[in-house]
């Protein structure tokens, strides 16, 4: 598991228990962090919804610097899956 796969479980663990529905990020070149009830952790598990982006993307969303909105309006995150479950996890960033 990549450096940045860990720092992100540890930023989303307590934020993400929980979270109504599952979500998986996949973070290119990195790994990929999956999201449900119990919490965040390193994982491919299948999922509702599955968002990608590059890292310094993914690090923006965590870090408030990226608008979820307007990366996925960009093209710079791309949603496969459930909106209305990648809206609430848009919910769970800010």
């Known amino acids: 598991m990549s450096k940045v796969v860990e720092a992100a479980v540890a930023a989303l663990d307590e934020k993400a228990k929980g979270f109504d529905g599952t979500a998986k990020f996949v ?8 999201i449900d009830a119990d919490g965040a952790r390193a994982g491919d598990d299948e999922a509702e919804v599955t968002l990608t ?9 965590l ?5 979820p909105t307007m990366a996925f309006m960009s093209g710079k995150l791309k949603v496969d899956g459930a909106m ?3 809206m609430k996890l848009g919910a769970l960033l800010s």
């Open 53 to 61: 982006a590059d890292r310094a993307t993914f690090e923006g969303l």
């Open 27 to 34: 973070i290119e070149g990195e790994g990929s962090i999956f």
């Open 63 to 67: 870090n408030g610097d990226v608008n």
């Open 84 to 86: 209305g479950t990648a």
